[in-house]
T-cell receptor, first 109, second 114 residues
Framework: KNEVEQSPQNLTAQEGEFITINCSYS?????LHWLQQHPGGGIVSLFM???GKKKHGRLIATINIQEKHSSLHITASHPRDSAVYIC???????????FGSGTQLTVLP | DAGVIQSPRHEVTEMGQEVTLRCKPI?????LFWYRQTMMRGLELLIY????????DSGMPEDRFSAKMPNASFSTLKIQPSEPRDSAVYFC????????????FGSGTRLTVV
């Protein structure tokens, strides 16, 4: 079993839809990260969180430490949101990221 | 700040050749990471440095891979000799230990070994 699991693996939505991507982890963590990667592109850090909720524009990230679960929400989705979204965690004093396998999001116009 | 700078962006080399990837982290960041991304295995840590000292190199595949960080503003990842299975995108990332910001990734180096 992977330490970080994401669902769904692939997601297709219509423009304007509310989108949720889920991440579950099996280890104690110091922080959880949501990353975005466009096709052929680099990786952008969207959020780092260890509790509660963070919001940036149309993106919202939440985490439930007791349930070892995080969600990334996109409101009013747009075709430019099409990308791979990756959940990653850091554990204990270790600084390196352990990655989920990513969710490929396609938003159709 | 220009962000994390990696070079080259693309590298095509023949099997057996030496390859050197370069990374300049964000000024003030004290941790630097080398990750590799492949279709089969996704993103994997190769090695990370804290204050220029290698902390965890358990992800380095074998003796053909080596990494150095001679100062706070420069790191190299070297593959010698290269093999076709080394073909991947190599990302460098930096962060500040104790900070509340996440990681900043470079644009990656796409390596193709033929």
């Amino acid at each position: 079993k992977n330490e970080v699991e994401q669902s769904p693996q692939n997601l297709t939505a219509q423009e304007g839809e509310f989108i949720t991507i889920n991440c579950s982890y099996s280890v104690g963590i110091s922080a959880l990260h949501w990353l975005q990667q466009h096709p052929g592109g680099g990786i952008v850090s969207l959020f780092m969180l260890s509790s509660g909720k963070k919001k940036h524009g149309r993106l919202i990230a939440t985490i439930n430490i007791q349930e070892k679960h995080s969600s990334l929400h996109i409101t009013a989705s747009h075709p430019r949101d099409s990308a791979v979204y990756i959940c990653a965690v850091t554990s204990g004093s270790a600084r390196q990221l352990t990655f989920g396998s990513g969710t490929q999001l396609t938003v159709l116009p | 700040d220009a962000g994390v700078i990696q070079s080259p962006r693309h590298e095509v080399t023949e099997m057996g050749q030496e390859v050197t990837l370069r990374c300049k982290p964000i000024s003030g960041h004290n941790s630097l990471f080398w990750y590799r991304q492949t279709m089969m295995r996704g993103l994997e840590l190769l090695i990370y440095f804290n204050n220029n000292v290698p902390i965890d190199d358990s992800g380095m595949p074998e003796d053909r891979f080596s990494a150095k960080m001679p100062n706070a503003s420069f790191s190299t990842l070297k593959i010698q000799p290269s093999e076709p299975r080394d073909s991947a995108v190599y990302f460098c990332a930096s962060s500040f230990v104790g900070g509340h910001d996440g990681y900043t990734f470079g644009s990656g180096t796409r390596l193709t070994v033929v």
